[in-house]
């Protein structure tokens, strides 16, 4: 369907041609003005790792003013032949020539890349054609294709540089949502985006756009959206629609957003036309940064949690250390705060102690490869100690003695009476949840069925028991009764994924309004007492994160393990402590 979709397309471009002469004419800036130096482009081919075995063209547009010793900016094309031709609608080249030499924009290398195809074994087979696995996927592949195989490549040729303000991305169709999608999952590489008639549907997913952007916190990006109202319609939804959702949920969120409509189908004749404009816009104050936006809308959930004036700050890692730096940390890996706010974490075979002021101390050497932690209201240190299998205990002298012999857990949680609620690895045993009493009571928890759980926690009243599944999307909800019996059970938590049904959810943690903050693979998400993920926080960098806690003096400090590293980020929101049982209010429903 996308390679007709594309044929359409290119259709429309030719049909279109003289209507778009006199509708949609092609203004100077297109077309070679004498006097300007032009560019010099060069051809090649790439054979991707990443879209394993897939082989594309592409081009490198390198301007007249370009010097090796100052980094050029960068600006990438998806369906690069379409943009790079000059006797096309988008003219790219020329473009850039006019706009360059006019000082209307920065000097930027263009690389034109062709959506890749994996070529047929023999002669009576069919290749395979990449290009919808490559554009309108919503992963972080084809950022990682760019970032890893093709500006590396080009780099070896060119002094490009490595800002994020410095670079931009384009496309049409399912190139233009690909194009959002690269930005929007490293905005730590790409800050402006270029999107004609942007294919923001559902080919594979991309219609959950609006309801992640209104939900996320807001990245560094600068967005230009095109569309026409004669736009596709078709089993994957209606482009014109799709736009518009687009651009009302980015001026929702706060984003410097830029959409022109026009009344033309899915084609680049209105695109064509108003390409040296959008670039203008697109570059506009250059080199000045492109601002994280702020949120203003009352009611916005996103401006009741994120504290504008604090980001996230690394607390502990890099040169000084890192978190489980020995061993991969298991993916719910725990933080625990006691009663001054002061985080525990384990790293390698120890555990490690930072307080608000970010000193970082250890805790206990030789701590037998420690995985859940947990406070209880005895001002015990309870930690998953992987050697021997146990649930080990730390006293104020810090003193360790086994709590739980023969134990082999993953996460916990310690209840209000001095008992452990932890989850088991698979292999252990045939239950994944378990149960011991302060006396040394054992008791099996049957979890939903089908469920791995490896994330263990308790609501702020502990009336609730929470697991998480990396492998799924829902966390589950149960009900606490006496002697550590569970009841009613209820997949709760419908967590945001992309793509696949696995979240990635690990680490969790409560605030004092009882919404639940789970690490997941698209950030932190906020799920309100209802169960419904209200925001999505920022992850303070691209590495999957683990362990979650409010912590500090006032407890409104979010602290985060990630990538070997643990930091921390002043929230509005408050947390409680695990012992210090309260009742949240009442939630709007």
């Known amino acids: 369907m996308k390679r007709t979709v594309l044929l359409l397309c290119l259709l429309g471009l030719a049909a279109g ?17 004498p006097g300007v130096p032009q560019g010099a482009i060069t051809h090649d081919t790439w054979t991707s790792r990443i879209f394993p075995g897939s082989v594309r063209d592409y081009w490198v547009y390198v301007p007249a003013q370009y010097t090796p010793d100052k980094p050029a900016c960068v600006m990438v094309f998806q369906d690069g032949e379409m943009f790079m031709k000059e006797d096309g609608r988008a003219r790219v080249p020329i473009v850039f020539d006019n706009l360059i030499a006019k000082h209307e924009m920065p000097v930027t290398i263009a690389v034109f890349i062709n959506p890749g195809v994996l070529k047929a074994a023999s002669p009576d087979q069919q290749a395979r054609f990449n290009r919808s ?36 991305i384009a496309g049409l169709s399912s190139g233009g949502i690909c194009a959002f999608t690269v930005a929007w999952n490293r905005p730590d590489a790409f800050h402006r985006v270029l999107s004609f008639i942007g294919s923001f549907a559902d080919l594979r997913g991309g219609d959950i756009y609006p309801a992640l952007i209104r939900k996320t916190e807001p990245k560094p990006l600068r967005v230009f959206l095109q569309d026409g109202d004669h736009d596709l319609n078709l089993f994957a939804g209606d482009w014109w629609l799709a736009n518009q959702s687009m651009e009302s949920a980015l001026q929702y969120a706060g984003y410097e957003v830029k959409f022109v409509t026009g009344d033309k189908n899915h084609d680049m004749e209105q695109g064509g036309a108003i390409l040296p404009d959008a670039l203008r816009w697109l570059w506009r104050d250059y080199p000045q940064p492109v ?12 401006v009741a949690i994120l504290d504008p004036a604090h980001e996230w700050e690394l607390v502990f890692g890099g040169a000084g250390g890192s978190v489980g730096s020995a061993q991969p ?75 739980a012999a023969g134990v082999d857990c993953q996460d916990l949680a310690v209840t209000k009476d001095g008992g452990i609620y932890f989850t088991a690895p698979s292999a252990s045993h045939d239950s994944r949840v378990r149960y011991v009493s302060s006396d040394g009571t054992r008791r099996d928890l049957p979890p939903e069925a089908g469920t791995m759980p490896e994330g263990i926690r308790l609501s702020p009243d502990q009336a609730l028991l929470y697991l998480s599944d990396p492998a799924r999307r829902w966390i589950t909800s149960a009900q606490v009764l006496e002697h550590g019996a569970v009841t009613n059970t209820e997949p709760f938590y419908r967590l945001e ?17 009882g919404y639940l903050y789970v690490t997941t693979h698209l950030g932190i998400q906020v799920c309100d007492q209802p169960g419904r993920v209200v925001a999505i926080l920022n992850p303070p ?14 407890l409104q400090d979010l602290y985060v393990a990630a990538g070997g590293k643990l930091f921390k980020r002043h929230l509005l929101r408050k947390g409680v402590q695990p012992w210090a049982v309260q009742k949240p209010p009442v939630p709007r429903l």
């Open 17 to 33: 041609t003289l209507r778009a002469a006199d509708e949609y004419p092609l203004g100077p800036d297109s077309q070679r003005q």
């Open 133 to 168: 696995f490559e554009y309108d996927a919503l992963g972080d592949r084809y950022a990682r294709f760019l970032l890893e195989e093709m500006l590396p490549a080009v780099a070896r040729r060119y002094n490009l540089s490595a800002r994020p303000d410095d670079r931009a």
């Open 291 to 302: 601002a994280k936006p702020a949120p203003d809308q009352s009611g916005d959930q996103r």
């Open 329 to 403: 940390a298991p993916s719910a890996a725990s933080l625990a705060v006691d009663a001054r706010g002061d985080v525990f974490f384990s790293e390698a075979d120890r555990i490690m102690e930072a307080d608000a002021a970010g000193k970082v101390s250890t805790f206990q050497q030789n701590a037998g490869a420690p995985r859940g932690l947990a406070f209880g209201a005895d001002g015990q240190l309870y930690a998953c100690d992987g050697k021997p299998h146990s649930i080990a205990s730390y006293g104020p002298n810090r003193e360790k003695r086994v709590w």
């Open 497 to 513: 994924t992309i793509e696949e049904s696995a979240s990635g959810a690990a680490g969790m943690t409560v605030d004092s309004l």
């Open 541 to 554: 960098g691209p590495d999957p994160m683990s362990g979650i806690a409010f912590g500090g003096p006032d």
